[in-house]
């Protein structure tokens, strides 16, 4: 049985507490003088629907994943059907001075999809065209990561897409996009070729190699909602090949000796190799266990694995032979309804609910001394006494193709790091605020145990509102570049939010 990174990531965003802080400069409407009367020219105006308060579904179809943002009401949801949908919605909101926000998957770490002013999902525009000839897909922006890889599969071809299957396309290409098969194949954004997009102006644009080539720029990794509404992606694919796949779980007593040599390992291993370590809460102590890809043979794989095999040995170990199929689809149980790896407020809705969690993120670009794993491991050790319905650390390891372009190549900067982590908590709804706010201290004081160790980069799909220096982080020496790219294509800031990018006299 094939093993993704669902086993250990449950999903996305951030503390329940901040919400009340964020509202108004996130959240609110802009204009709070919108008529319903303007509301009505908007929903007559559209192929799709406008959902408002007067809807029976408003209170399933305005909310995101994260339980922490269900306080937020929008004065409408667009579920757009068309670019010229999104286009008029645009207008709309510079017309009417109201705050708007894109929506795809609704993950957004830190509610970003969300605002008290006009959201517009563009879900239902999730069709999926495939070029064999030119080995390129269009993908619509609402595609959710399971339409994507069945889509594709089914026609022999494939993308480094995570392994989420209720998250968005749009939001995991903006940002950068790491998967299974990122060695090999690059981040989603390296593959991404064109992008169809509404601009703060109304305008429905272009953007490739030869046409506004700079946007192109920002969408690879720049992230999303800062730019404008993505409408459709152009991506060149890749042809299938055979691979295997690998899982392993050791004691937690050997979690120092694991860590050691993993980093290195997988970090340094051939291209057709990625791999994960994940550090988490167990049952009675803290849970140590790997688990990867690779693109060849089993028999290939168990030699590859023989330094990480034979550091301890092994509570439980699977090599397995395997495809994008079976990784993708079976495992996390999508076939033979796809839908049913969606989200629950999805048009076509599926099982994946709500849930209440935060996260943060690093990159390391050196390997972690004594010291750094011991830091980690405490921290690790620190969240098995927290009331967590899961949590701990999750380390990619980076290399291969996702280093090879500079750092300027795209707008993702973080081609030099050895090791993407993330750090995440998710809890059950019943430990109150109180201990809510106890899991985010723990937390916050795991991730400043890490600083001496780690680079100061963080990744801009796991955002974090405690970031005060966000934009270096996420974008570093790519920043001014990004904010001259805002300040031309949204001049007014139509698009805005706590992490959105002002332009560059912002």
């Not at 070029?131 to 269009?138: C, G, L, R």
Request: glycine fraction near 12%; include cysteine.
């Amino acid at each position: 049985m094939t093993v993704d990174r669902r086993t250990f990531l449950l999903s996305s965003a951030v503390a329940a507490g901040a919400i009340a802080g964020l509202r108004p400069k996130v959240y609110a409407a802009g204009s709070d003088t919108v008529a319903d009367s303007a509301l009505s020219e908007l929903r007559a105006s559209l192929s799709g629907r406008l959902v408002t308060g007067t809807d029976s579904d408003y209170d399933t179809v305005r909310k995101v994943r994260n339980r922490s943002y269900d306080g937020v009401r929008p004065r409408g949801i667009v579920m757009a059907q068309t670019a010229e949908d999104v286009r008029r919605a645009v207008s709309w909101a510079s017309t009417h001075k109201t705050a708007i926000v894109p929506r795809s998957g609704g993950h957004s770490y830190i509610g970003q999809s969300t605002t008290d002013g006009l959201v517009v999902s563009v879900v239902p525009m999730s069709k999926i065209k495939v070029d064999k000839a030119a080995m390129t897909a269009t993908i619509g922006a609402g595609a959710m990561l399971i339409d994507v890889n069945v889509g594709l599969i089914q026609q022999g071809v494939g993308l480094p897409t995570g392994s989420c299957p209720s998250v968005g396309v749009a939001g995991l290409t903006l940002g950068g996009g790491v998967g299974f098969s990122s060695r090999k194949w690059g981040l989603m954004c390296d593959n991404l070729v064109g992008v169809e997009m509404v601009t703060a102006a109304g305008e429905v644009v272009r953007a490739d190699e030869k046409t506004n080539p700079e946007l192109l720029w920002a969408c690879r990794g720049g992230g999303g909602g800062h730019f404008g509404i993505v409408t459709s992606f152009t991506f060149k694919v890749h042809a299938l090949e055979p691979i295997s796949g690998y899982a392993i779980r050791w004691d937690w007593k050997h979690a120092d000796k694991v860590l050691d040599v993993w980093q290195r390992w997988a970090a340094e291993g051939p291209d057709e190799l990625f791999s994960v370590c994940a550090m988490t809460r167990g049952k009675t102590e803290p849970s140590i266990r790997s688990h990867g890809r690779f693109f060849g043979s089993k028999q290939e794989l168990r030699k590859l694995l023989a330094p990480l095999r034979g550091v301890a040995k092994p509570a439980k170990f699977s090599v397995y032979e395997t495809d994008l199929w079976k990784a993708h689809v079976e495992s996390p149980k999508c076939w033979p309804d796809p839908n049913v790896c969606h989200s629950w407020n999805h048009p076509q809705p599926g099982r994946y609910k709500q849930a209440s969690y935060t996260v943060k993120s690093d990159y390391f670009k050196r390997y972690l001394d004594e010291e750094g794993r011991a830091a980690m491991i405490r921290g690790v050790e620190g969240g098995q006494k927290q009331k967590l319905r899961w949590g701990g650390v999750i380390l990619d390891g980076f290399g291969g193709a996702i280093n090879k372009p500079a750092a300027d190549d795209t707008a993702f900067v973080h081609r030099d790091s050895l090791i993407q982590v993330e750090y995440v908590a998710h809890w059950w709804p019943k430990v109150g605020e109180a201990g809510a706010e106890r899991i985010r201290d723990w937390m916050r004081a795991f991730y400043a145990s890490m600083r001496p160790h780690a680079s100061g980069e963080c990744y801009q799909n796991y955002p974090d509102l405690d970031l005060p220096n966000w934009q270096t982080a996420y974008f570093g020496q790519n920043l001014p570049r990004l904010k001259r790219c805002k300040a031309k294509i949204d001049p007014s800031g139509l698009f805005r939010g706590r992490q959105i990018l002002t332009g560059a006299a912002g």
